[in-house]
């Protein structure tokens, strides 16, 4: 059933779908991490669970702040010009939005010396992110804002899970480690600070100021190099995993792959399997 509007629960609303917002397009963000290489040094997971706490509470404010300066309004016009027009309310609110933040975001590109086409962007960006809570916070429902708390977290939920099943079924590409075989290896694979692996078609490879990582080296232990040259072999394993290159030779364990396919990288453990830190070096055709 309607009622009459009230602007206190339009903000409301509108504050809690930008946060819902934000929420799906964090789910988002892990779901795609899951399709991208690991990176070098492993996240701690107290510190992310901080500072996405930290992260909430700052959204939370800003989500009422652009309820303020920009939903409200545009909920307030979209009314008045659909009662004049005798149109329908909801087809204004984009229009009206959109309209309310050009000058703005006109002013800061201004001011930054920013390219239109990135104006441009930001600018449709920011019409496709406040919207919504427009298109939402103007209805005249009984109920909407426990109707939102609810059914909003379960569209966040939901989208997780689904995002989960779909890596679990292989609907969605899960990272996994090039398979790069023996030809692949052929070339110079380089360090952070220039340290290289030479490996030739010939089962020939050559160090020179190579991170010498053993196993049980801790992760923020004293850094030493190796140089020196020897043979190397390629082990298939498997699966892409499980595939290793052996390089003989100072502390080294077994070489794992990772990487992509146009960016192959291959790595040790620093610290052990169980630290997550890698040292890694690329193909030097990557680039620097």
């Known amino acids: 059933m309607d009622q009459k509007r009230s602007y206190g629960r339009v903000l409301v609303v509108s504050a809690l779908v930008g946060c819902l917002e934000v929420a799906l397009a964090v789910v988002v963000v892990f779901l795609y991490v899951r399709t991208q290489p690991p990176p070098d040094t492993p996240v701690d997971p107290s510190a992310l669970a901080a500072g996405l706490l930290s992260f909430g509470t700052l959204i939370g404010v800003i989500a009422f702040l652009l309820s303020v300066v920009f939903v409200l309004p545009a909920v307030a016009l979209a009314g008045l010009i659909a009662r004049r027009?005798?149109?329908?309310?909801?087809w204004w609110v984009p229009p009206v939005v959109a309209a309310l933040a050009a000058p703005p975001i006109v002013a800061v590109a201004a001011y930054n010396h920013v390219q239109a086409r990135s104006a441009l962007v930001s600018w449709a960006v920011a019409t496709a992110v406040l919207s919504p809570g427009g298109l939402?916070?103007?209805l005249r429902r009984r109920g909407l804002v426990g109707k939102v708390a609810l059914w909003g977290p379960a569209v966040v939920v939901g989208t997780g899970l689904l995002g989960t099943l779909?890596?679990?079924v292989g609907l969605l590409p899960a990272y996994e480690p090039p398979a790069i075989g023996p030809t692949a290896m052929a070339g110079t694979w380089v360090d952070h600070?220039?340290?290289?692996?030479v490996f030739t078609s010939d089962g020939r490879v050559t160090a020179s100021g190579v991170g010498d990582r053993a196993p049980g080296d801790?992760?923020?232990g004293p850094s030493r190099t190796c140089s020196g040259s020897g043979t190397w072999s390629y082990e298939p394993g498997r699966d892409a995993w499980t595939q290793q290159v052996r390089v003989p030779g100072c502390s080294w364990p077994v070489w794992s792959v990772?990487?992509?396919d146009r960016t192959p990288r291959i790595h040790l453990h620093v610290g052990g399997p169980e630290s997550g830190r890698l040292y890694q070096l690329r193909k030097a055709a990557d680039g620097p």
């Not at 027009?85 to 909801?90: N, Q, R």
């Not at 600070?193 to 692996?197: A, I, K």
């Open 218 to 220: 801790p992760p923020g």
């Open 85 to 90: 027009t005798g149109g329908h309310e909801a």
């Open 136 to 138: 939402v916070a103007r």
């Open 166 to 168: 779909g890596f679990a």
């Open 258 to 260: 990772g990487g992509t």
């Open 193 to 197: 600070t220039s340290g290289t692996l």
